[in-house]
Structures are given as structure tokens and as C-alpha cells.
């Protein structure tokens, strides 16, 4: 029987450790992305200013949107030159705090040993739906041939997740939606994007 638990506990360790092994990996960044292109190659030179919206001209947060989409861009083979410029780029995102689909708004019984839980005027031990963060998030990115006029890219990437930093998580996800640039493939694919470490 002593032989039996021993086994046990170091069965159980094991796992443990695996476990942790697997979780000491970058969190990987899952995003839907669908990209339209009229571009079988980008032609030099592959210069490009940003363009704003009237909506966000004055947007305090739109010059942080454009740093965060500034590394996807450079990786992509675009190079900012705001002075002699080839194309446009126009950047927008979306974050919104949902709540969790592993959460049970209608539970308030017992949750992971804790107790009962805390909703909306009852009091109890643990947490609420709203205490277990859920977002989902959007980015989109245009391109525009500025001698033509025409758009020749446009890519939209969505997700959803649990973390809370959202200036990493976008720049992930802007790379994700510029990942085969000029000629991305069709349809909508899933890309995943490490985050930085």
C-alpha cells in the first residue's frame, strides 16, 4: 500500500510538471484573419504614411494604435516615410470587455471549492462572472495605392481571450492580419502570433 501511494505521488507530480512545462511557453495570440489584396507584389518603393479618419483626427489614442501597428507594417516590408510616400495605411481596433464563456452568469452554488460565489447583490465567497476577464478584440488595416487612389489590401483579424494587455495583444494581432502580405491566401484562416517575452 505504501508502494502504491508513492507511485501515486510521483504519477501526480509528474504531471505536474509537464503541466507547468507546457504553460512556461509563449501564449500564442489565436486570431481569425481574412485579408482581400489586389497586389501580386508589393512594387518599390514600398513607402507608406498613415491616413486618419475625421473620427480620428482627434483621437488621442489613435497615434498609440499606429506604434502598435508600426512593427506588423515594418515586418511586412513597408517602410514609413511620411514625406514621399507610396501608399496610405489606415489602422482601427476594437476591444470589448465580455463576459467569460467559461463563467455561469446564473450560478451562484459552490465553484471550484471556494465557496459560494458573489453575484449581482448576493453575497457569498469567491468571485463573479465579471471577476474572470474575457475580451474580444478587432483590428483592421487598409491599404492604399496613393498615385491610384484604389485600395490594394485590406485585412481584418478578430479574436477573443483572457488578457487584460492590450498593447501587446493588438500588435500581435496586426501582424497576424498583415501575415502574408501582398498577397495573402483567400478565405478565412487562423494564425497565431507569439507574444513578445
Same mark, same amino acid.
Given at each position: 500500500?505504501?508502494?502504491l ?15 507547468l ?16 489584396t ?7 518603393? =514600398? ?6 479618419l475625421? !473620427?480620428?483626427?482627434? $483621437?488621442p ?20 516615410? $511620411?514625406?514621399?510616400?507610396?501608399? !496610405? ?11 467569460? =464563456? ?21 453575497f457569498?465567497?469567491?468571485? !463573479?462572472?465579471? $471577476? ?43 501582424e ?8 495573402? =491566401? ?12
Amino acid at each position: 500500500m505504501g508502494r502504491l501511494k508513492q507511485r501515486m505521488s510521483l504519477a501526480l507530480a509528474g504531471a505536474a510538471l509537464l503541466l507547468l512545462a507546457g504553460c512556461a511557453g509563449p501564449y500564442l495570440v489565436d486570431s481569425r484573419v481574412q485579408a482581400f489584396t489586389g497586389l501580386p507584389a508589393l512594387p518599390a518603393p =514600398p513607402t507608406y504614411r498613415f491616413e486618419r479618419l475625421p !473620427s480620428q483626427q482627434a $483621437d488621442p489614442g489613435q497615434t498609440l494604435l499606429e506604434s502598435l501597428a508600426d512593427p506588423a507594417l515594418s515586418k511586412a516590408g513597408l517602410r514609413r516615410d $511620411d514625406g514621399a510616400a507610396r501608399y !496610405s495605411v489606415q489602422v482601427t481596433a476594437r476591444t470589448q470587455r465580455v463576459l467569460s =464563456p467559461w463563467s455561469d452568469p446564473w450560478d451562484w452554488g459552490w465553484g471550484m471549492g471556494f465557496g459560494r460565489r458573489f453575484h449581482r447583490g448576493h453575497f457569498g465567497f469567491g468571485f !463573479s462572472s465579471w $471577476d474572470q476577464p474575457w475580451f474580444e478584440r478587432e483590428v483592421a488595416v487598409v491599404v492604399r495605392d496613393l498615385p491610384s487612389q484604389k485600395v490594394v489590401f485590406e485585412s481584418r483579424a478578430a479574436g477573443d481571450g483572457p488578457l487584460r494587455d492590450s498593447p501587446s495583444v493588438l500588435t500581435a494581432m496586426f501582424e497576424a492580419a498583415l501575415q502574408g502580405f501582398p498577397n495573402a =491566401p483567400p478565405g478565412v484562416r487562423r494564425v497565431e502570433v507569439p507574444l513578445p517575452q
